[in-house]
């Protein structure tokens, strides 16, 4: 079926790093997402990649991807207090235009 | 640049009324899709809509519509609100028909309440 899971809570120190996990449950080519949304805000999208990727990074955002596992996260480097948000994996499903998210992690940085 | 844009910001109704929530897609986006966010839960994906036409439903029922327009904006209505119908319905727009790498942005939502 559907699914992508994630743990639903983190607590790190400021300046440490943060790794925000998810695994998902299609095999197929397709778009892995990292969303943050903020207290009463939309989602942002943060970064994205594509399931014939390994890694990817993007200033302080490193993805890693497991084919194997099915398993994605985020690596916030340098966590700051302004992190402190909801974060999102979705997948888009293979061969539809349907998006399917986790339930989130929220992200608590402690100063 | 305006990105996604929603309206109301906020509303209340009362159940068994019907409501309609209005979107505008980011500049040069074509499609549009819309999410219904449970508090305490991610987005869950409604339908999608591509010239005028919704072409991927999610498991929502037939209470909740939709349309879009020549100039890509779109609405959602939902009829015969429930109480759980109460959500953050978010409105996320992309461009080329929505096509595979085409990633979507969202706008900052309608918080709807029914009592």
């Known amino acids: 079926g559907e699914d992508v899971e994630q743990s639903l809570f983190l607590s790190v120190r400021e300046g440490d790093s943060s790794v925000i996990n998810c695994t998902y449950t299609?095999?197929?080519?397709?778009?892995l997402y990292w969303y943050k949304q903020e207290p009463g805000a939309g989602l942002q999208l943060l970064t994205y990649?594509?399931?014939?990727?390994d890694m990817k990074q993007d200033q302080r955002l490193t993805v890693l991807l497991n084919k194997k596992d099915k398993h994605l996260s985020l690596r916030i480097a340098d966590t700051q207090t302004g992190d402190s948000a909801i974060y999102f994996c979705?997948?888009?499903?293979?061969?539809?235009?349907?998006?399917?998210f986790g339930t989130g992690t929220r992200l608590k940085v402690l100063a | 640049d305006a990105g996604v844009t929603q309206s109301p910001t906020h509303l209340i109704k009362t159940r068994g009324q019907q409501v309609t929530l209005r979107c505008s897609p980011k500049?040069?986006?074509?499609?549009v899709s819309w999410y219904q966010q449970a508090l305490g839960q991610g987005p869950q994906f409604i339908f999608q809509?591509?010239?005028?036409?919704?072409?991927q439903r999610g498991n929502f029922p037939d209470r909740f519509s939709g349309h879009q327009f020549p100039n890509y904006s779109s609405e959602l209505n939902v009829n015969a609100l429930l109480l759980g119908d109460s959500a953050l319905y978010l409105c996320?727009?992309?461009?080329?028909?929505?096509?595979?790498?085409?990633?979507?942005?969202f706008g900052p939502g309608t918080r709807l309440l029914v009592l």
């Open positions: 996320a727009s992309s461009s080329k028909g929505g096509g595979l790498g085409e990633t979507q942005y």
């Open positions: 299609d095999s197929s080519s397709t778009y």
């Open positions: 990649i594509f399931s014939n990727m």
């Open positions: 979705a997948e888009r499903i293979p061969g539809t235009y349907k998006y399917i």
């Open positions: 500049s040069g986006h074509d499609t």
């Open positions: 809509y591509y010239e005028e036409e919704e072409r």
